[in-house]
């Protein structure tokens, strides 16, 4: 899968919304959503100084797939944060506790802003949607 418009990375988290088809391709996966994020940040953000893969403290590869998806398992950035759950993603992605802040820290740097964009069209696109059917009423 190739990224030239969002339309390729809203296909994508479609996609992960199937927890069966994410656990099935896994590992393919993996290096589609990194080229996914690389793809938002430089093409919509301009960002091209953050590394992919993404790397803890100790120099251990994060999975921005894994990290999406218990992000969103647990209700999103908002509710986690809110609640202090960050060490508890940390652990279910196989980090320790202690590393919640920083699972925090790259969700911000390399996830939320596509997640939040993503949202936005999605909401966007379907409130057009209802706004016609109103109209054709």
Known sequence: MSFKEFQDCKALLDMLDDEDYVIKYKYHLETTVNNMVDWFLK???????????????NNRKVSLLDLYMAVKREGGHRRITENGMWAMIARDIGFEYDEGEYMQLLYAMYLDVLVYYYKFKVNTRAGAREG?????N
Do not use: T
């Open 43 to 57: 093409e919509k953000l301009g960002i091209n100084s953050r590394p992919l893969p993404a790397y803890a403290l």
């Open 132 to 136: 016609g059917r109103k109209d054709s």
